[in-house]
């Protein structure tokens, strides 16, 4: 596509459907005469019997398990652990009883793939935020119980915020 940064004219920041860059899609024969344009090297894929541009798509195991759904995970279950609705005098505690509520839900809902354990460093390392660190497919069997602690988080505080992270959590949801 013919997104640019944040600063261009189809900025990949634009979510919205009137976004420029969705306009932009380019045609295979625009792709290699672009690629033939600035030199680039073309990777052997595309000699491959039926590979085509098309072809080509988000890779959801890094961008989503790996990337941006461990950080709304890890960002939820950190606020979930400091908001009061867990209980524990430390922080270990408290991340000790979330893994209790999520041993719970696998045994309620057979999720395929489980987390063996739940640590402080697997949620938030010193001075960096708040992150899922786990691998693809926990991360991903675990958006279930993330949105069920959002429903619980938005009924017992019920703001902006809590909407925002209720909304954002269906949406991920929805997605896998």
Request: hydrophobic share 40%; net charge positive; aromatic share 12%.
């Amino acid at each position: 596509c013919n997104a640019t940064q944040r600063e261009g004219s189809a900025p990949f920041t634009d979510f919205s459907l009137s976004a420029a860059w969705r306009r932009g899609r380019q045609t295979m024969a625009q792709f290699w005469a672009a690629h033939r344009q600035s030199g680039v090297r073309i990777s052997p894929s595309f000699a491959a019997p039926g590979f085509t541009l098309y072809l080509v798509t988000i890779d959801v195991l890094h961008c989503l398990d790996l990337g941006v759904s461990q950080d709304i995970l890890g960002n939820l279950l950190f606020e979930y652990i400091e908001s009061g609705m867990v209980l524990g005098r430390t922080r270990d505690a408290r991340i000790d009883q979330l893994y209790i509520e999520i041993k719970a839900f696998y045994r309620d809902y057979e999720a395929p793939t489980k987390l063996d354990g739940l640590t402080t460093e697997m949620l938030k390392r010193d001075a960096k935020p708040p992150k899922l660190r786990a691998k693809g497919a926990g991360t991903r069997h675990l958006v279930p119980f993330d949105f069920l602690v959002a429903e619980r988080m938005h009924e017992n505080f019920g703001t902006l915020h809590s909407k925002t992270v209720l909304d954002l959590l269906q949406s991920l949801f929805a997605f896998y």
